[in-house]
């Protein structure tokens, strides 16, 4: 993700965030059967703060996104070509291909995507800062 965002900084960090409410977004990762695989979670602030910097869109106006909840179709657009990129993230030499599918929020939840989310083998939760947006949690999960 560093080559993604000039200066990001990420830290693991331990504490299990509540990833099920309306300030979370989801990004679902799919096999080459359409089987959801994976997920990245995000909170929905630091989704807003990744699509902003993708773009180049000035941080006083990701800030004002991120605050008021509503995500533009270019901002939903740069979110999910973060996410596409970010598939890389879960292949290696050892694993299948996978590839981004959708984002969801978690209103829209399919029953599949959130079984996945509370029995996901493998979790790493991250503490994000986008160099002049801001910050907050991806939390990855998988089997």
């Known amino acids: ?4 965002f000039d200066g990001l900084e990420a830290t693991q960090i331990v504490d299990e965030p509540d990833v099920s409410d309306a300030e ?10 359409n089987t959801p695989v994976a997920i990245i979670g995000c909170e929905k602030k630091v989704a807003v703060y990744m699509g902003a910097a993708m773009t180049m869109m000035a941080p006083a106006v990701a800030h ?3 605050d008021s909840g509503d995500i533009s179709a270019m901002i939903n657009d740069s979110i999910c070509e973060v ?13 299948g ?6 984002l969801e929020s978690y209103s829209t ?3 599949e995507i959130e079984c996945l989310l509370n029995t996901a083998d493998k979790k790493s939760v991250y503490q994000i800062s986008v160099k ?12």
């Open 1 to 4: 993700m560093g080559l993604l």
């Open 24 to 33: 979370w977004m989801y990004g679902v990762f799919i096999d080459d059967e």
């Open 64 to 66: 004002e996104l991120a």
């Open 83 to 95: 996410m596409n990129i970010m598939s890389r993230l879960f292949m290696s030499q050892g694993t």
């Open 97 to 102: 291909h996978l590839r981004f599918g959708k």
């Open 109 to 111: 939840l399919p029953t």
């Open 132 to 143: 002049k947006y801001g910050e907050g949690i991806l939390k990855y999960f998988t089997n």
